[in-house]
């Protein structure tokens, strides 16, 4: 059974960093044609996509509210997908999912819009920021 397991987040002030892993477990990320993302969602808001990753090729994605601070990356021999998180935000703050997309081929639309969105979900982990 295809599973994520996220972990890694907790409470850091402004500025800090915090970095999440995912865990794959019943199938290999970078050999499959998966895309893998991030998201987050914030109390009273929409869930929103943070990153994407390719893992077969690393091609990597970024919304704008990450670039520059966030950095998606793979670790082939533990199967995992890292989201590093610097220069953090009270605005960062949220629940993070770890998300893969199993029933389409390749990142095209990362951010998972109607028709393309992602359908295997951790369990998430929580991010807070405080100022």
């Known amino acids: 059974q295809e599973q994520l397991v996220e972990s890694g987040g907790g409470a850091v002030q402004a500025g800090g960093s915090l970095r999440l892993s995912c865990a794959a477990s019943?199938?290999?990320?970078?050999?499959?044609?998966?895309?893998i993302g991030w998201f987050r969602q914030a109390p009273g808001k929409e869930r929103e996509a943070v990153a994407g990753?390719?893992?077969?090729?690393?091609?990597?994605y970024y919304a704008d509210s990450a670039k520059g601070r966030f950095a998606i990356s793979q670790d082939n021999d533990k199967n995992t997908v890292y989201l590093q998180m610097n220069s953090l935000k009270p605005e960062d703050t949220g629940m993070y999912y770890c998300?893969?997309?199993?029933?389409?081929?390749?990142?095209?639309?990362?951010?998972?819009?109607?028709?393309?969105?992602?359908?295997?979900w951790g369990q998430g982990t929580q991010v807070t920021v405080s100022s």
């Open positions: 998300a893969a997309r199993t029933n389409y081929i390749g990142c095209r639309s990362w951010w998972g819009p109607a028709g393309l969105e992602y359908n295997r």
């Open positions: 019943g199938f290999t990320l970078h050999l499959y044609t998966y895309c």
């Open positions: 990753i390719y893992p077969p090729g690393g091609h990597t």
